[in-house]
């Protein structure tokens, strides 16, 4: 057989659309990609519907000063599951899902490089929120010591600590199996002229991501698991009465939890990287300083994690060592900017929903970094921390960051998906909608922080009244905006105009080259590709 | 076995190798992890 240097990822000699029959085959059993990364994404959604859910119950009591709708205690066991799910069933699975259709194809290779392990990874998640999610209606409820799981509070919840730390250790399994597979596929199932210089940023920035996850994956299953001998066999690892130190809990879990949000947000960069790109009909300026700067992100974000500490207590060396540190990220996140800028700069743009969507994410996510840096500052962080500023830090980097990009993403690849295009008028709607309401929704909470309203309570004294219904009524839109998404997906899914193999006039890159909607099988000759059909496909 | 399998098999194998290489890699982070508190609280 031959290969014909210029084929477009479908051989032609014999049918390979061929999918199995039957809902067990086609989905339980899958093994195929696409169909893994359909199922990454479902769950994503549903994960994100049901932690907007939660989110929903925490504005709605604090729409007003008082308790007026749950218990306190309850309110505490909302903020802490809306975020675990948000952080670990919702915007991870989202990019996992992203990276399983996407990497094989823009790489040309005709699957991930580990096909069984790809359907444990997927299946074992439903799992794990299954045993999260039933503490809600255990007695003493679900965990309510926050996120962040600090000993000793997390112990004194009820039995849920131990379906938490089974469900973050399925959580864990399941990433290090997804990271190891996207590793494996990136550096041995290219196509064979493709080399690491001619990858789409989008593979890159999952690469590099990839070898985030293997680091700091394991050391979170570590410290949970320390925290389950404490509560069940007597040890004090965290317990100082035994011996042992609450405090290096904090240690260990932010040395996971400062690569973890960029382990939200690299993917996000390789998203918009991609679409600013195709709709400024440019080429993304400065690749190559591209892939240094992530790069460059992910080694910083394993040496400052102590700034999630300055209140806890540290030498006053450690205090200025992380305060420099941290600094520093905004040295290559800055490159990154003012590269997605000088890609539009002299461009030919147009404004399509995911064009939208990746210029809001420009945008908004360096209001997110800018309060990054404000708290980077040791001093005034005293008065930031634990208070409505980091909330509002966090989701101007996570919702207008992360999940901004994960939607521009969606409407970016749904016609190559499904074969159909959205309705790019509801997709406007869909924007403006989102992004005025996330402000409201937001924004006010920069206000709340700096005057002290503390995160994590479900009152507050009557002078931050107003700020809160603003957030709150943001909050609601903001919602709303995202079950119009939902029926947006739905209506393409099921009909609409039908999208050629190009889709986007200006997009590059090989999976581009392939039919919409994308066969079952592609470039499965593992022959070499049309470099000039990639977007980096000449050397750099 | 033509050309075109002999690659696939190749490929195949040098993930499943890279695969492994990476497993080890995350026990090794887990062991430190453990490590680092056993030692500090003694
Ligand atoms: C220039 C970049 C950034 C800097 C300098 C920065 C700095 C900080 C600092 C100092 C804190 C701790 C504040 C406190 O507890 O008092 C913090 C919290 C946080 N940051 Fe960032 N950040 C940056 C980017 C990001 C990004 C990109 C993400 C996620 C995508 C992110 C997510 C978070 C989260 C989730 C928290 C809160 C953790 C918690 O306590 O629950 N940050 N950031
Ligand atoms: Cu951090």
Redesign the pocket.
């Known amino acids: 057989m031959s290969h014909d240097i210029t084929h477009d990822g479908v051989a032609d000699h014999h049918d390979h659309d061929h999918k199995p029959k039957g809902f067990v085959k086609r989905w339980l059993m899958t093994t195929n990609h696409k169909d893994i990364g359909t199922l990454y994404l479902i769950f994503a959604f549903a994960m994100f519907i049901l932690g907007g859910a939660m989110a929903m119950i925490i504005r709605l009591e604090l729409f007003q000063p008082g308790l007026q709708f749950v218990e306190p205690d309850f309110f505490n066991q909302m903020t802490t599951m809306h975020?675990l799910i948000m952080?670990f069933g919702a915007v991870m699975p989202a990019f996992v899902g992203l990276a399983n259709w996407m990497i094989p194809m823009m790489i040309g290779a005709p699957d991930m490089a580990l096909p069984r392990m790809n359907n444990w990874s997927f299946w074992i998640l439903p799992f794990a929120f299954a045993l999260l999610s039933s503490t809600l209606f255990m007695e003493g409820g679900a965990p309510a010591g926050?996120?962040?799981m600090y000993p000793p509070l997390v112990l004194q919840g009820g039995h849920n600590v131990a379906y938490l730390v089974f469900a973050v250790h399925l959580m864990g399994i399941s990433s290090i199996m997804g990271a190891i597979n996207v590793i494996a596929t990136i550096m041995n199932m290219r196509a064979p002229n493709v080399g690491y210089l001619n990858m789409p940023l989008f593979v890159w920035t999952w690469l590099i991501t990839a070898f985030l996850l293997i680091a700091v994956m394991p050391v979170l299953a570590g410290a949970v698991t320390m925290l389950l001998t404490d509560r069940y066999f007597d040890t004090s690892f965290f317990n100082a009465a035994g011996g042992g130190d609450p405090v290096l809990f904090q240690h260990i879990f932010w040395f996971f939890?400062?690569p973890e949000?960029?382990i939200?947000?690299l993917p996000?960069f390789g998203v918009v990287s991609e679409i600013i790109p195709t709709f400024a009909r440019k080429p993304l300026f400065g690749y190559v300083s591209m892939v240094y700067a992530t790069a460059a992100i992910a080694f910083l974000s394993f040496i400052?994690w102590a700034?999630?500490?300055?209140?806890v207590g540290m030498p006053l060396g450690a205090e200025l060592y992380f305060m420099y540190a941290?600094?520093m990220?905004?040295v290559p996140?800055g490159v990154k900017i003012f590269n997605w800028v000088a890609t539009m700069w002299k461009g030919s743009m147009t404004f399509e929903t995911p064009m939208l969507f990746s210029l809001a994410f420009v945008i908004l996510?360096t209001i997110?970094?800018?309060?990054?840096?404000m708290?980077?500052l040791a001093p005034v962080?005293l008065q930031?921390?634990?208070?409505y500023?980091?909330?509002a830090?966090?989701h101007y980097?996570?919702v207008t960051?992360?999940v901004f990009a994960i939607i521009a993403g969606v409407y970016y690849w749904i016609p190559k998906w499904s074969g159909h295009m959205y309705n790019e008028r509801l997709g406007k709607i869909h924007f403006w909608w989102s992004t005025i309401s996330v402000n409201v929704l937001f924004f006010p909470q920069h206000f709340l922080g700096l005057a002290g309203m503390p995160?994590r309570i479900p009152d507050y004294s009557t002078q931050f009244a107003e700020f809160n219904m603003w957030s709150s009524i943001g909050g609601f839109a903001f919602g709303l905006a995202q079950v119009f998404f939902i029926y947006i997906v739905w209506k393409t899914v099921r009909g609409g105009e039908k999208a050629t193999g190009q889709v986007w006039e200006g997009a590059k890159g090989l999976e581009w080259t392939v039919p919409s909607p994308a066969p079952h099988h592609t470039f499965e000759d593992f022959g070499p590709v049309d470099l000039d059909k990639m977007a980096h496909g000449k050397t750099h | 076995m033509n050309q075109e399998e002999k690659r696939i098999q190749e490929q195949r194998k040098a993930a499943r190798k890279t695969a492994v290489i990476l497993a080890v890699i995350a026990v090794g982070f887990f062991s430190w992890a453990v490590y680092i508190v056993v030692k500090h609280a003694t």
Do not use: C, E, N, P
Not at chain 1, 368 to 373: A, K, L, Q
């Open positions: 975020a952080v926050g996120w962040t939890g400062h949000v960029y939200m947000i996000a400052v700034h999630h500490m300055f209140s941290t600094m990220i905004a996140t996510f997110g970094g800018f309060s990054g840096v708290m980077a962080d930031y921390h634990d208070t500023f980091i909330v830090h966090f980097v996570l960051g992360a995160r």
